[in-house]
């Protein structure tokens, strides 16, 4: 079983919303700064937003910011990713991954991967 596993993922029409969680698996993750990435069709990985391990600060992608919010539960080791307003470029496979390296933005930064949770946003 991968180490994080995330789900929530679905199918939505454009303006609407989803509740993505991130779950650890036999791993804490409360000490590591989280990530939350994602890959649509064709094209390469990319950071949506970060959080670190206290919570206490957030980064966003310029094209999220305002409509996603990250998040985080140390205790029932979860992470989450609040998506409002979803647009169809949104579409992609979502995945969280933990932060072991020193920049949000470089997916080579992250380790123990999920499988990810498809999001479909329609027009």
């Known amino acids: 079983q991968a180490p994080l596993v995330e789900s929530g993922g679905g199918l939505v029409q454009a303006g609407g919303s989803l509740s993505l969680s991130c779950a650890a698996s036999g791993r804490t993750i409360r000490n590591y700064a989280m990530g939350w990435f994602r890959q649509a069709p064709g094209k390469e990985r990319e950071f949506v937003a970060g959080i670190s391990w206290s919570g206490d600060n957030t980064i966003y992608a310029e094209h999220v910011k305002g409509r996603f919010t990250i998040s985080r539960n140390n205790a029932k080791n979860t992470v989450y990713l609040q998506m409002n307003s979803l647009k169809p470029e949104d579409t992609a496979v979502y995945y969280c991954?933990?932060?072991?390296?020193?920049?949000?933005?470089?997916?080579?930064?992250?380790?123990?991967w999920g499988q990810g949770t498809q999001v479909t946003v329609s027009s």
């Open positions: 991954a933990a932060r072991v390296g020193s920049r949000w933005y470089a997916s080579r930064e992250y380790e123990y």
